[in-house]
């Protein structure tokens, strides 16, 4: 099981998860992967673009600690395990609702 840092304590898998799902639920933690921008096409769907590397100082979306990994701009920030954990949880929930 993996483990991340917050704020000086280790979550786990699980903890992340389960709040990555309660912010899901309420709708305070996107519901959708962007689609990530490589090259404009004219004519495509806006697209935005994803930052990797950090570190970066704002708060993880999901667990509220800081340094962050990811970054969707202006507002969506991750660890890598928390981004990883949180694009796993929207797959679930489209494929349950389907």
């Known amino acids: ?3 991340t840092w917050e704020a000086g304590a ?3 898998d699980d903890e992340i998860r ?14 959708q ?3 990530i921008a490589s090259d404009a096409i004219p ?3 806006t697209r935005i673009l994803l ?8 708060p993880c979306t999901v667990c509220n600690s800081r340094p962050t990994q990811v970054r969707y701009p202006p507002s969506l920030t991750f ?7 949180w694009q ?11």
């Open 10 to 12: 280790i979550m786990k």
């Open 18 to 31: 389960e709040l990555g799902r309660a912010k899901l639920s309420d709708g305070t933690l996107l519901n």
């Open 1 to 3: 099981m993996r483990q």
């Open 79 to 85: 660890h890598d395990r928390c981004h990883a954990i």
């Open 33 to 35: 992967i962007p689609v």
């Open 51 to 58: 930052e990797g590397g950090g570190p970066f100082p704002d």
């Open 43 to 45: 004519g495509a769907p």
């Open 88 to 98: 796993d949880e929207v797959l679930k929930s489209r494929h349950l609702s389907n």
